[in-house]
């Protein structure tokens, strides 16, 4: 099938678990509100605090599904609001900020998308997923996406070290259908939340909806 010329794109996720952030011409007050009672609820039910009961330390049963990461932290959610606001306005034209808030004492995660139409120039599917960088002596981690989000591509694992020495890790995934590439790009210093965010970054490719533009 030929590429098509242009693409339409729908990043199709909900709350609590997504966020989708706009670009900072559409925010409007009604979202600003709206986001920062979600956040309040989540750090609320991250400290075991929502709606003022506190868990039971006898109750056994509070043991059953342990939160992978139980340290909770103070969120000061009009500032991570603006934090996200501002990582979004930094984007390249044609990105999208999708932040993911079902990590406990973790999220916000942010994970840039991008689609894009394949190109007689468009580099080939390991150099978008950024599997030609990363430390010498710790090779990127590549694997394939499932079968089960259509098309083909790669997830790359990578680590790369910044000018302050600290170790970066990239999680990135690509999926080449139709003639559009979908990009999804997550970066952290948090190594720990690697594994358990990953599967969700790979999940978010499958909810970017393509199709041919008009």
Known sequence: MPAPSAVTSRIDVDLPEWLVVPAPEDVTPEWRAQVETLFTVIAEVDRGEHDGEQPDPADESADDEPTVFAAARHVDTA??????LAFA???EPG?????GLGVPNRWPLPVVVSVGVVEHDTPDLLT???ATGGLPT???????LPEHLGGEGPLVTRHDVDDEGAIWA????VRRQDGVDTRVLWRTREL???PVFTPAVVALVGSVVNGAAA
């Open 192 to 194: 720990e939340v690697v």
């Open 79 to 84: 500032a991570t609001i603006e934090d996200l």
């Open 95 to 99: 990105e999208r900020l999708v932040a």
């Open 128 to 130: 978008l997923a950024g």
């Open 170 to 173: 990239s999680v990135c995934a």
């Open 138 to 144: 710790d090779p990127p981690d590549v694997d394939e």
């Open 89 to 91: 306005a930094a984007l």
